[in-house]
């Protein structure tokens, strides 16, 4: 079994940034894949971002060129770096683990960008 613990959430001012951070436990194996999804009020959840165990990396068009998304292997650990947030970015965040077609969901961290 794997568990996910997402950290970093926040209140951020439109413009801001934040970090988050997701760590795994448990039976992690390489070859998986980590991501990014968030899910705003009223709204289906949707991915972010997401990463492989090479380092290859994915972006959805919704938040491209504001954040990157970096893992550690050492500490099964992956980051979403989040810029210049806009009120639209406010959402809960999950991290995902997928291994073998099995996906792992975190409890999700709130994001809210407000003045």
């Known amino acids: 079994q794997v568990q996910l613990v997402e950290s970093g959430g926040g209140l951020v001012q439109p413009g801001g940034s934040l970090r988050l951070s997701c760590t795994a436990s448990?039976?992690?194996?390489?070859?998986?894949?980590m991501g990014w999804y968030r899910q705003a009020p009223g709204k289906q959840r949707e991915s972010v971002a997401a990463?492989?165990?090479?380092?290859?990396?994915v972006y959805a068009d919704s938040m491209k060129g504001r954040v990157t998304i970096s893992r550690d292997s050492t500490k099964n650990t992956v980051y979403l770096q989040m810029n210049s947030l806009k009120r639209d970015d406010t959402a809960v965040y999950y991290c995902?683990?997928?291994?073998?077609?099995?996906?792992?969901w975190g409890q999700g961290t709130q994001v809210t960008v407000s003045s």
């Open positions: 448990g039976s992690i194996f390489s070859g998986n894949v």
């Open positions: 995902k683990l997928t291994y073998r077609m099995n996906d792992y």
């Open positions: 990463m492989n165990s090479a380092g290859n990396t």
